[in-house]
């Protein structure tokens, strides 16, 4: 676990541009149960994270069609949402940084960390921005 002071500049990077964060397995469920689409990250405090995740998934947001809500939940910090996300994630093993998109509860798209690591931000955001155009519309 890594300490609260550590990760906050980490996690204020994605919820002050909007993303909701879920401290625990109830607020992941009730954000993933809902209607409408739900971007998640994973956030990490690794450099694939701050380099590329996290950017990347702000300027996602930014495009004409996004999903209806987002959602972050930290890795080595907020375990029992974290364990919850995986949960809906399956059958993808647990990757960290990585982002999904559910729609109407279920995992449409998934960003593994492999497909973070070595791409550029620009890259990965328009990858989310085509699983919107298909989603999200």
Do not use: W
């Not at 694939?48 to 990347?56: F, H, L, T, Y």
């Not at 809500?69 to 910090?77: E, H």
Request: hydrophobic content about 45%.
């Amino acid at each position: 676990m890594y300490p609260e002071e550590l990760v906050l500049p980490m996690k204020r990077e994605l919820t002050s541009f909007g993303f909701k964060e879920a401290l625990n397995a109830q607020e992941v469920e009730l954000a993933l149960q809902s209607k409408g689409t739900t971007l998640v990250v994973i956030n990490s405090v690794c450099g694939c994270a701050a380099r590329n995740a996290r950017p990347a998934a702000k300027m996602a947001i930014n495009s004409d069609i996004k999903p209806d809500n987002f959602l972050t939940v930290f890795a080595g910090v907020d375990k029992a949402a974290v364990d919850k996300v995986r949960e809906f994630m399956l059958p993808y093993p647990p990757s960290s940084p990585s982002m999904a998109l559910f729609k109407d509860g279920e995992l449409v798209h998934m960003v593994e960390r492999h497909h973070i690591e070595g791409r550029s931000a620009e890259m990965i955001a328009e990858n989310l921005s085509l699983a919107f155009e298909e989603y999200c519309s």
